[in-house]
């Protein structure tokens, strides 16, 4: 078995979280790509030359960057969206690594309980899939890339995104499995279990609720974007009628505390945060989940340990497959 290794890329030096896509006349991406390339099992010296492949692949996305342009116009279908005056183009472009725009498409193509939050996330993702792939013209090989953004174990709330065309079932495969960044701040699983043991799954569900909103709606830029008269304004406040309308939130554009002059994003935040607290609650208490800490009860060291591995949402992981044609 070969030893496990990590691949970093340099970080953009612009500020940027998940929410560029929501917030995107603001400051550009920043994801810090940590690439953690999974051992795999191999047999002879030809498998060891599949896997290097994979590797190497792995490494040249991780190590390149790529401007991505993308158009945003698929929001004003949205029932909540007003448009301004003065919209000369829908037009947008981000800039990042590579593994960190993959990531990112996936976060922006999420569902939450089937319901889409992004709805030019198939304009995003197309767009970061033919740049990517322009970065891997002239290889030798086929490759296809998923990335997939899943919070917490049988999460209701998932997206994910491809690079390439899947592999022939018939061809021989390799394949390296990598995680990035998903802009979305850490979970503590100690502050869960604390919350689950002794508040039950409502108080861990805010946490975890709590961390997601961030993601998407960061305090400081989306104040910002809530206060401005353009389409950064526009695209922000759809956003966040959107997801109070998919969580059962209570907000309106022209009131506070989305209202222009009334603006408080941490105040909005609190409401999406409310909201979402309860679909991560009915996740937590149903299917095997629910199953797993129904047995484990109010042990915290026991709950630490199972949040520590089926709560991630600051995680995507990524598999990149490849072939010789």
Known sequence: MRADRVVSTEPVTDDRAVSTVLDIALALLLITASVLVIGLYLTDDEDDLEVDRADHTAETISGSTVSVVYDVENVTNSSHYDEPEGIESYERTTYGPAVGTIAEAAVVNAKFGGEQLVLYADSFGESVAAHVESRLVGANHQVYVTATWQ??????IHGNTTVGSQPPVTDDISAVTMTADSGMPTVDDGALADAYANEGADEAAELIAESIVEGYFPTERSQLALERQNLDRALKSTHYLQMSEIVGADLDRDEAPLARSEARADDANEELVDGL?????????SGQTGDYLDEIGDDENELEAYFDETVSPGT???TVYTWNP
């Open 151 to 156: 919070p917490y174990d049988e999460a209701s």
């Open 277 to 285: 607290a309860g679909l991560i609650a009915d996740d937590l208490e």
């Open 316 to 318: 995507v992981e990524l």
